[in-house]
């Protein structure tokens, strides 16, 4: 099946590059020439020598301030953003602020059309937005290292480095003041550094059995620290911090058979997130506590894709922590591997007075 857009898709690519301290980017003319060398359909973006950085100072006529909220009581609430930036690895909590590369024309990040046929949704065609793509482990780099050299790990981002001094794995940072009436200003911070998600996608299509739009989504998310903090925007080395080390996050929600379903609630208008109970049409063909087959065509298919569905590590989500430190205390390493995520219903909801 051809999209309408497909046309569009086919022939564009777009490549910014965004210098430091600019918020406008400068885009390549493509020719005749150029675009009859283009092949597949979709837009690669990637942003060189890139830099982030907002923040709340009146005197300068710089605000950036979320208001219109109330506490419990109905004091007014004034959340102040002291800082949000993007920035390459060693920012120092923001305070160095120097040009990261996000993506290359090698890997870029994607916007495409994928052919439904080749993913296992026949008939269709796939909306992906992706990060850049792992890539074998013998010219990958370890996706937690910030000092990786080639050939250590799967991720294709790139760590800062003398002969490669952008990198390609920024420093991510918000850092937030809440006020609630007359009372003393609280923080919280959240700070990344050398951030990696290689692997990222988010596939989006259109369910016409269940009305609904369908999506297939992953997140890799791995940093070599991620700090959590109640510190002054003054003060980053205050004890009041978690700091998580080593941190890998990847999360699979939904497939191509189990999609996640992103609605709104008919009654009350919210948006609704869920996963349905995955189920099968012979599901009756196979013994319900051996889970064998019962010999028939039906019952070998219904039994090779409940096999394949408890086995295949795709649709496992991952959470490690290399050493968590709350305070300045080390309680050491966790992990929680292997969550299937079966059945999610999740509803946002207006909370009126």
Avoid at 280 to 307: E, K, P, R
Avoid at 342 to 347: E, F, I, P, S
């Amino acid at each position: 099946m051809t999209s309408p857009y497909y046309k569009i898709f086919k022939s564009l690519i777009l490549v910014l590059a965004m210098p430091v301290g600019m918020a406008a980017a400068d885009l390549t003319s493509l020719s005749d020439n150029d675009l009859s060398q283009v092949e597949g359909q979709g837009v690669g973006l990637v942003m060189d020598n890139f830099v982030f950085s907002h923040g709340n100072d009146a005197a300068k006529n710089k605000v950036f301030k979320i208001t219109g909220l109330t506490s419990t009581i109905g004091e007014a609430v004034t959340v102040n953003v002291n800082q949000l930036y993007i920035a390459r690895s060693g920012s120092n909590y923001g305070t160095n602020l120097n040009g990261v590369n996000l993506g290359r024309l090698s890997n870029p990040y994607e916007i495409n059309l994928l052919n439904g046929d080749s993913i296992g949704l026949t008939g269709k065609s796939v909306l992906q937005f992706a990060a850049p793509t792992k890539v074998a482990a013998t010219v990958g780099y370890d996706c937690l290292n910030a000092n990786a050299t080639a050939g250590s790990g799967t991720c294709s981002s790139r760590p800062s480095s003398a002969s490669w001094v952008n990198g390609e794995r920024p420093d991510l940072g918000l850092e937030l003041e809440v006020n609630v009436g007359a009372n003393a200003p609280k923080n919280l911070n959240f700070n990344v550094q050398s951030a990696v998600f290689d692997g990222s996608y988010l596939r989006l299509w259109g369910d016409n059995t269940n009305n609904k739009m369908a999506a297939e989504f992953r997140l890799n998310f791995y940093t070599p620290q991620l700090e959590i903090s109640t510190c002054n925007q003054s003060n980053q080395t205050c004890g009041s911090s978690i700091k998580m080390q080593d941190f890998q996050l990847e999360l699979a929600l939904g497939n191509t058979f189990q999609p996640l379903y992103i609605g709104a609630d008919n009654v009350t208008g919210g948006l609704t997130i869920a996963i349905a109970k995955i189920t099968h049409q012979f599901i009756n063909n196979i013994d319900q506590v051996s889970g064998l087959s019962d010999g028939t065509i039906g019952g070998d298919a219904a039994q090779a894709f409940f096999t394949d569905y408890y086995t295949n590590p795709g649709y496992r989500s991952n959470v490690i922590v290399g050493n968590l430190d709350v305070g300045g205390t080390s309680l050491g390493s966790s992990k929680v591997e292997g969550i299937l995520v079966q059945y999610l219903d999740v509803k946002f909801r207006d909370l009126k007075p």
